[in-house]
């Protein structure tokens, strides 16, 4: 048997990854008993914060990793593919829909246990995968720090606001995508000057959720909207609300801001704010957001909030395989061991089965190769520097330099610019990876 804690993303795509190769898994979740400030349902691998998956552009770091995800027949990749929601060239799915997609897929396994159950000091004399992502409960990350010895890190998230599909005055937004990559599929409220500037106003005044720990930093890739504006008045005409390639059909001009909405369900009654993450108090939220044109009536389906995550100090604790240093037979996997984002716990979770399963039937660990996504992540928590050590999102700079010569980088700037040159770079990476990856499995395979 073996345990595994928490049924989010990675610990369902490990415990999928281990019932298929024939173990009996115990998976352990404690919702909906047990909950969290975030999670709001008991099913498996429930999105809280944003319903994407990120860029489906196959020379992307993303592209490259869903590319090596289906490749090793991952649970969570094949459940988003299957409950997709339009979003141009990202794959979004219906939340609800892929939760319950995943849930299923697990209940229904012979060789899957499901208990619902609160797990506070595990049996370390059971292999097990620590799954349980960054709203771990205190007892267990305090069980945890006393085992490897080490505190634990934490940082503030937030989530965007849904808004209802009907509430939304589609005689002031228009459905495009940016640069028309991907089709029509985002709502855009644009923004003049002066609406810009009178938003602006409002969304620094509003009344914000206060922090209880103020040495907690906030996750740089997933900034609050209010602290993006506070760095600076033209911020978010650079971030989140940039008009850039948005044709207004009204004007034929790019507005001076623009709002992205994406669809968040399959049947399309939902979108979420792109981007606007938020820890303003819901009254503020109404109010403030109400000032976007198109969104003066919006009726919210779910406010945005903020959350304190935790993740261990990876680099002192997990060896390449997740595994702990000084405790054989113990794992973590996700967001917990200081990877950020829906596809990168994915693979976590799957990352941790392979080793797992190695070290089921008596084999030495064989940590994925860094020309990898994958392996580049997972060598990234391992060797990091302790000092600066944070959450990480899957990149191309984490992999290994491309060799001298591979790409012809003056010839590609010439003809295409630098976007010609970042798409070969992007598809040279893809061709080693996967390259890298058929290598590995076959030499899984061979010494199994």
């Known amino acids: 048997m073996i345990h595994i804690i928490g049924a989010g993303l990675a610990g369902s795509e490990a415990a ?13 979740e404690m919702r909906p008993r047990w909950t969290t400030p975030a999670h709001t349902s008991d099913q498996a691998a429930e999105m809280v914060c944003s319903n994407s998956f990120k860029s489906d552009d196959p020379n992307s770091a993303t592209g490259i990793l869903k590319a090596e995800l289906r490749r090793m027949d991952s649970l969570i990749l094949r459940s988003a593919e299957a409950t997709r929601v339009p979003a141009g060239t990202s794959l979004a799915v219906d ?59 934490h940082f503030y998230d937030a989530i965007s606001p849904i808004v209802e599909r009907d509430s939304i005055d589609m005689n002031i937004a228009w459905m495009a995508a940016r640069y028309d990559k991907g089709g029509a599929d985002f709502i855009n409220c644009p923004l003049d000057k002066d609406q810009y500037e009178r938003f602006l106003d409002a969304l620094l005044s509003a009344d914000r959720i206060p922090l209880n720990d103020l040495d907690t930093p906030y996750f740089e890739a997933c900034l609050p909207i209010e602290v993006m504006a506070d760095r ?9 609300m940039k008009p850039v390639g948005l044709d207004d059909p009204r004007t034929a001009r790019w507005p001076h ?12 009654e939902h979108f979420n704010l792109v981007g606007f993450q938020t820890r303003l108090k819901w009254g503020a939220q109404r109010d403030v957001f109400r000032l976007i044109p198109g969104l003066g009536d919006a009726e919210f389906a779910r406010f945005g909030s903020i959350h304190r995550n935790t993740y261990i100090q990876a680099p002192s604790i997990l060896d ?35 080793a797992v399963d190695r070290a089921m039937r008596g084999l030495a660990a064989l940590p994925f190769p860094t020309a990898t996504v994958i392996g580049s992540l997972l060598h990234y928590l391992a060797h990091a520097s302790t000092k600066d ?47 890298a990856l058929e290598d590995h499995l076959h030499t899984a395979a061979s010494l199994a």
Not at 16 to 28: F, P, T
Not at 257 to 268: E, P, S, Y
Request: proline content about 6%; glycine content about 12%.
């Open 16 to 28: 999928w990854q281990l019932a298929s190769r024939g173990h009996k898994v115990l998976l352990s």
């Open 95 to 153: 939340r609800e829909a892929f939760s319950r997609s995943v849930t299923t897929a697990l209940k229904e396994h012979p060789h899957i246990q499901w208990e619902e159950a609160q797990i506070i000091a595990p049996d370390l004399s059971i292999p097990t995968i620590l799954a349980t992502g960054p709203l771990t409960t205190n007892p267990l990350a305090d069980w945890l720090s006393a085992v490897t010895g080490s505190s634990r890190l």
């Open 232 to 240: 600076g008045r033209e911020t978010l005409r650079h971030g989140p």
């Open 257 to 268: 801001a623009v709002v992205q909405l994406r669809q968040d369900t399959l049947a399309g």
């Open 320 to 354: 390449a395989s997740l595994q702990v240093k000084s405790i054989p037979g113990l794992w973590v996997a996700g967001q917990l061991s200081g990877v950020e984002g829906y596809l990168e716990s994915a693979a976590g979770g799957l990352a941790a089965a392979f």
């Open 389 to 435: 050590f944070g959450p990480t999102n899957a990149m191309l700079g984490l992999l290994p330099p491309l060799p001298d010569g591979e790409v012809d980088i003056r010839g590609l700037k010439r003809s295409g610019g630098l976007r010609a040159v970042k798409q070969a770079k992007g598809g040279a990476h893809r061709k080693r990876s996967l390259e």
